[in-house]
């Protein structure tokens, strides 16, 4: 019998540890890689113990389990079958919806045995379903999609970038901007001639924006759309982006792949 391998990702040391204990009861033969404490581990260990199945805990510090299965979907090789995800959350009723309809399978906490036990059951019935694995990731990607809540309004749609470089304040037209770029605990702001860091967050940045203006391509970038030039697929089927007035190109990551599709 081919050995399957969990990683579960929970902050909370006696709920990772009752979970991993339960699974280990309802489910003898599963072997459990790694558990571990953030989002930001959960991805090391993942993708470097390649499990087939991963219990993520959607609150967790560093990356929430949605950041942590968003990054693990950007960063999976094209040669292995992605894991099956069970998010673990306290969520209420109303959000369980959310999942049931995105087709993403979730156990609540405090995990029950009768709850965890279905889960089980439709995790070894997909694991049988060989043909499917190949599909995973596609339908993950699915999910995160579904599951990534539409943008809030904003009260004020930003007109101008304040960033400081130096003693000086610079004062940059959105519309100036061919992209934004995570850094750290920063926003790199980046224009034709410039790049000036900001003391923001890209979350915080983006209901700030124009969504018909500027486009998310990753997690940690969003461009202006009208500064593409074009969009290109290489040989392995990975998409970038290159940008009218900058000589880099940019990674697009699966979830966004989307908004490149011929109209």
């Known amino acids: 019998m081919t050995t399957v391998r969990a990683l579960i990702a929970e902050d909370e040391p006696i709920l990772a540890l009752t979970l991993a204990q339960t699974l ?6 599963l072997q ?3 558990v571990v404490e953030n989002g930001i581990a959960a991805v090391q260990e993942a993708l ?3 499990p087939d199945i991963l219990f993520l805990d959607i609150k967790m510090p560093g990356k929430t389990g949605m950041d942590a299965a968003q ?15 069970v998010f673990v959350t306290a969520y ?3 959000a369980l919806q959310a999942f049931e309809q995105a087709a993403a399978d979730y156990v ?11 889960t089980i059951e439709r995790l070894k019935a997909r694991l049988a379903r060989d ?8 339908r993950v990607v699915a999910q995160l999609r579904a599951l990534v809540p539409a943008m809030p309004a904003a009260a004020e749609r930003l007109a101008v970038i304040r960033a400081a470089v130096g003693n000086q304040i610079r004062m940059i037209p959105v519309e100036d901007v061919v992209y934004f770029e995570a850094a750290d605990k920063y926003v790199n702001v980046v224009t034709t001639d410039n790049e000036s860091l900001i003391r923001t967050s890209l979350k915080e940045l983006l209901p700030q924006l124009d969504r018909n203006q500027f486009w998310q391509i990753h997690r940690g970038t969003i461009v202006n759309a009208g500064r593409i030039d074009v969009a290109i697929r290489d040989e392995s089927g990975k998409l970038s982006v290159r940008l009218r007035g900058r000589a880099e190109s940019l990674a ?3 979830v966004f792949a989307h908004l490149f599709k011929q109209m």
Request: no cysteine; net charge negative; proline share 10%.
């Open 32 to 34: 459990i890689g790694a």
């Open 108 to 118: 609540l906490k405090p995990v029950s045995d009768a709850r965890l036990a279905r």
């Open 71 to 85: 990054e693990l979907a950007e960063e999976w090789p094209d040669d292995r079958p992605f894991p099956l995800v």
């Open 24 to 29: 280990q009861r309802l489910w003898p033969e």
């Open 131 to 138: 043909e499917e694995r190949g599909h995973e990731l596609e």
């Open 48 to 50: 470097a113990q390649r």
């Open 252 to 254: 697009v990551s699966r």
């Open 92 to 94: 209420d009723e109303y």
